[in-house]
């Protein structure tokens, strides 16, 4: 089965500062990789995937992740952090699970906290 | 504009209660699913729906009951046997049976018990 760690539960960093967020995955095929976006009381909004092809991938806000898969891993980053980039981030792995559908596996995510 | 409406945002039970927690999506998405969020815990997924008429359970199923009779809509009931249902609850969905899609999200329920 597969699944998704994300080492760091919160992380703080100034305002300005560059950031990267940190995901593994465990899954035996080429993975469908996502991460999304948490801000308080509301739901996912999703900033980037990958499928296929370039292992770097562009997302709004300025994000983007990279997929290596020697490692398992798919790496949120961020060149400069806004204040209102703070919120909890969430890495998901997306595969058939063992009754046959496809779902997606969702990391425990990563609180976010900028410093003005 | 398109997307997936839950309703309300917040609600409170008391011990003993049902209660629905409504998911409609006008995205003309096939799947649905129900999701619970605790702090420090992530997304457990409660049950889903690949199609109309039909529903598996997920992870916690247990206390909870969905139905799917129409393609826009995948409500939640929150049973009396659900021991500790204070949570955030998120419904998601996505188009068809095609691979590699991720999910959009409503904005959530937040339910308390009282």
């Known amino acids: 089965a597969q699944s998704v760690t994300q080492p760091d539960i919160h992380i703080t960093v100034s305002e300005g500062a560059s950031l990267e967020l940190r995901c593994n995955y465990s899954?035996?095929?080429?993975?469908?990789l996502f991460w999304y976006v948490q801000s308080p009381g509301q739901g996912l909004q999703l900033l980037l995937k990958y499928f296929s092809g370039d292992t770097l991938v562009q997302g709004i806000k300025g994000f983007e992740a990279e997929f290596k898969r020697s490692q398992s891993s798919f790496n949120l980053r961020k060149p400069s952090v806004h204040w209102s980039d703070a919120a909890e981030y969430f890495c998901a792995v997306g595969a058939y699970s063992g009754a046959g559908s496809y779902q997606l596996t969702f990391g425990k995510g990563t609180k976010l906290s900028v410093i003005p | 504009d398109g997307g997936i409406t839950q309703s309300p945002k917040y609600l409170f039970r008391k011990e003993g209660q049902n209660v629905t927690l409504s998911c409609e999506q006008n995205?003309?998405?096939?799947?649905m699913y129900w999701y619970r969020q605790d702090p420090g815990q992530g997304l457990r997924l409660i049950y889903y729906?690949?199609?109309?008429?039909?529903?598996q359970k997920g992870d916690i199923a247990e206390g909870y009951s969905v139905s799917r009779e129409k393609k826009e809509s995948f409500p939640l009931t929150v049973t009396s046997a659900q021991k500790n249902p204070t949570a955030f609850y998120l419904c998601a969905s996505r188009p068809g049976l095609l691979v590699g899609y991720g999910y959009t999200f409503g904005s959530g329920t937040r339910l308390t018990v009282v």
């Open positions: 995205l003309n998405h096939d799947a």
């Open positions: 729906s690949q199609i109309v008429n039909d529903f």
């Open positions: 899954y035996g095929a080429t993975p469908y």
